[in-house]
C-alpha cells in the first residue's frame, strides 16, 4: 500500500503548448477568445481593420488592354493578391446563336414560314435582360479531383450576384456580324455590314439572318487560401471584367461565294440551309472594350460577430508568440470587458475565425454610387449574441468606405 501511494506522488503532469498555427486548427474557439480577451486577433489585426489588397491585370506577355492576351484565348484578366492568398482570374467567351432575337426578326419568319407576329417580348425588350458570366472557381490543392463543395458554391454564388446586380447586359454581348471582302478597284478589304430596312443590298442578301451573341467564361483560380474566398474572387471577376476586351467577329466573301453556288446547284434557289452553312471568324488584332454599367459595379465585404467569453482576461501572448521581443506587446484592451459580449471582426481571416464564427453578415456595394448590390445575414439564431441593427449598420458604413477605395485602384 505504501509503495502504490509512494507511486502516485511521483506522477507530474506536464502541459503541452501549441504553436498558434496549430492550437488554431485543434482548438480554433480556444485560440480566438485567447486573442479577443487582449483586443486582438489571431492576425494581430483590430476588430474592424481590413487586409490591404492590390489588383492588376494578369498577363504572360507584358502589356495592357487589348495587346496584353493578344496571342491566347483570353480577352481580359485580374490578379489579386491579399497576405499570402493569390487569386488569378481569366475571361473568356464563347458564341451562341440568340434564339430570342431569332424568332422576332421579320425576315427570319417569313423563312421559317412563322405566320404569327405577335410574339410576346419584342427583341427590344429581350436585349435589356441582364446576363452573366459562368464561373468556374478552383481552390489549388497540388493534386486533382472534383470540384469541393465550397468551389460548387463558390461558382454558384458569384454567377447569381453578378446576374442580379444588372452590370452586365446582353445587349452588350450581342455581335454586329460583317462581311469581309475586297475592294476590287483599290485592292482594300472591305467591311459590309447589315442594313437595316436595305432588303436589296448584297450584305443582306446572302449574310446569315441569324443572330449571335458572345457567352462569357472566368475561370478563378485561387492559391494558399487564408480564409473565406467569396470576397476576394468577386473582386477579382469585377477588375477582370474592366480589362475585358471583345474581338471583332466576321464572315468571309469567299465563303459566301461557295454557299451560295453550293446552294444554287442544288436546287436552284437560294432561300434553304444558307445560314447553317456559315463558319464566323474572330479577328485577334481588332477588339473593342466591353461595355459594363460602371455605375452597378460592386465590391463584397464579409463580417463575423462573435461573443468574447470571460475567463481568457490572463493570458500571456508574449509566451505564445515565442516573445521574440525584448519588451513587451502593446495591445489595446480599451473595447474588451465584461459588458461587452460581442464584436464585430471585418475581413475574417485564419483557420480559427473561419471555424470558429457562424455569425456572418456579407454586403455588396458600391461606395461611389451608394447602391447595395447584396446583403447577406447567415447564423442568426445559433445562440448566444443576437445580429442587432447597430451590427448590420456599422457593416454596411465600413463595405461602403472599402468599396470605395477598391473599385478606384
Known sequence: MTNQVKEEEDINLKSINFPPDILAKIAPDVSLQKHLSIGLRPSLRKFEEFRSISASEFTENGGSGGEANKDNNILGSSIIRCGSTVIICGISAGIIEDQDALINDYRVKLDKDIIDSDVSGGADQDSDVNCSVYTVVEIMKGRSGPPSEEEIFLSQKIYEVLLHSGILKRKALEIELQMKTIDETTGDIVMIKNQVGDDDGIANEFMTKKKYSFVLYANVQVYSKTGPLFDLCYGSIIKALQNTYLPFVYIDEKQIDF???????????????????????????????????????????????????????????????GDESSGKMQVDVSSVGEQQRAVLLADLEGESEETAINKNINVICNGNTGIINGLTITGGGSGGSKITLEFIKKSIDLSMKRSKDLLNL
Open 259 to 321: 454557299n451560295f453556288k453550293n446552294l444554287r446547284g442544288k436546287n436552284g434557289n437560294n432561300n434553304s440551309g444558307i445560314e447553317d452553312n456559315y463558319k464566323l471568324i474572330c479577328d485577334p488584332e481588332i477588339k473593342s472594350k466591353l461595355s459594363i454599367d460602371t455605375g452597378k459595379l460592386s465590391w463584397s465585404s464579409s463580417f463575423g460577430i462573435v461573443d468574447i467569453k470571460p475567463g481568457f482576461d490572463n493570458y500571456n501572448l508574449d509566451e505564445e508568440m
